[in-house]
């Protein structure tokens, strides 16, 4: 099929009909075109809804306190329940397929100070363990660590922009700031690993450990809400209803009521839309294979114009000792070359578009809450290719044994 007598008669016939070959091109090219285009829209997409999730753990649950919505136990609907420290260390103790569990306690605003230098920010209690799961990011220093909840020591992590508002270009690490009066001092800055509206405020909070809030503040061993991840191999969906069901037990909610404690499993909706996209991209590929096959039912028609036309010219071939095999080669290689060059010519521009796209964006600084780096990837090029060939071979066959089949007596009297 590749020897040069070959190329030179699929080049020959080409260059006959160059309009209608260009036009029956054209409809390979947008197939693909099509195909790559709208996969990697797609793929920019997706990458820009998984990117919302940022580097935080996804095998995690959100748990909070809510109002009951039934009696139980002679309390009243509506009451709500108030979360502690013990019931995190009941939680730890009773159920070890939970491997991290980071409970937040929140002050409100408070005003903090560094000399004369002060504003109100946000004053949260936390333990060691909210950075192995949050998606937040030291700049320097440190975070809370163990000796730190041991011994209820008066250190803080500041947000970024808090650091900058309260000590500007200067070092802030081992000095100290006053949280309403009380001296902390500072161990760290951090910030989030993405700035969203949902994590500004990392970037305007001080954190403090759990315990040192207790003590210096009195607040009770409160939680405001806690997050936990599952263990290596499960999945927090499996650990979920215990969870609450520890929960509820302890702080006496009905097993049934929906409310009382409320939470947010965050890997059931992760895997949620991990299938969801899954169904557009296979939606996609349905569309754009879609497009193709009208471009290959072109080739594959136009093919058997060209048989039609070159009837005498077969007849002659098969009196002369040609093999049916030969000739489905001759016509299938023609079919092959439109479908391939024109596919891969499709593929290139596509794939410019897209890279394109994306360096407009990144040129403009241009960063869509749902939108982000649009591509084109490797599995989608040699999908491409290999289906261009599939898609060759096939425009090519009926054609191509239409051919074979032909009479060379009958071939030789066709006018």
């Known amino acids: ?211 040192a809030m207790y003590r210096t503040f009195g607040t009770g061993e409160r939680v405001d809400y806690f997050v936990c991840s599952a263990a290596p191999n499960v999945l927090v969906s499996a650990i979920e209803p215990q969870v609450k069901g520890l929960l509820k037990k302890r702080h006496n909610v009905a097993p049934d009521d929906p409310q009382g404690i409320g939470g947010f499993n965050l890997e059931a909706e992760y895997q949620s839309i991990i299938n969801l996209f899954g169904g557009i991209r296979a939606f996609l590929w349905f569309v754009g294979i879609g497009t193709l096959l009208a471009g290959i039912v072109g080739v594959s028609n136009i093919m058997l114009i060209t048989v039609k036309e070159r009837t005498k010219e077969i007849g002659i071939r098969k009196a002369m000792g040609a093999t049916p095999r030969s000739i489905i080669n001759m016509i299938l290689a023609e079919a092959i070359t439109i479908t391939s060059i024109s596919g891969y010519l499709g593929l290139i521009a596509g794939t410019f578009l897209i890279g394109g796209i994306n360096y407009l964006m990144m040129a403009n600084n241009l960063e869509p809450d749902n939108f982000y780096n649009p591509q084109v990837n490797l599995s989608v090029g040699v999908g491409a290719i290999v289906l261009l060939i599939l898609a060759g071979g096939a425009a090519g066959l009926i054609p191509a044994l239409q051919a074979a089949r032909v009479n060379p007596v009958v071939a030789l009297r066709d006018e």
């Open 1 to 211: 099929m590749l020897d040069r007598d070959t190329w030179q008669e699929i080049m020959s016939t080409i260059k006959k009909h160059k309009l209608r070959t260009a036009l029956t091109a054209l409809g390979v090219f947008w197939g693909i075109f099509m195909l790559v285009f709208v996969l990697g829209m797609g793929k920019g997409l997706e990458n820009g809804v998984f990117r919302g999730f940022g580097d935080r753990a996804k095998n995690v649950m959100y748990v909070w306190a809510e109002r009951t919505s039934q009696p139980y136990k002679g309390f009243q609907p509506g009451r709500r329940p108030q979360l502690r420290l013990e019931d995190i260390i009941a939680i730890r103790q009773n159920i070890p397929e939970v491997e991290h569990i980071a409970p937040r306690l929140s002050m409100g605003t408070q005003p903090v100070y560094y000399n004369d230098i002060g504003d109100n920010y946000m004053i949260r209690g936390e333990l060691e363990s909210m950075i192995r799961i949050e998606a937040l990011r030291l700049h320097e220093g440190r975070y809370i660590n163990a000796l730190d909840i041991e011994n209820s020591r008066k250190v803080a992590v500041l947000g970024k922009r808090t650091a900058e508002v309260l000590f500007g270009e200067e070092d802030c690490i081992g000095k100290y700031i006053r949280i309403k009066g009380v001296e902390f001092r500072v161990v760290g800055i951090f910030g989030p690993m993405q700035v969203k509206p949902w994590t500004e405020e990392d970037l305007e909070a001080v954190v403090i450990p759990l315990t």
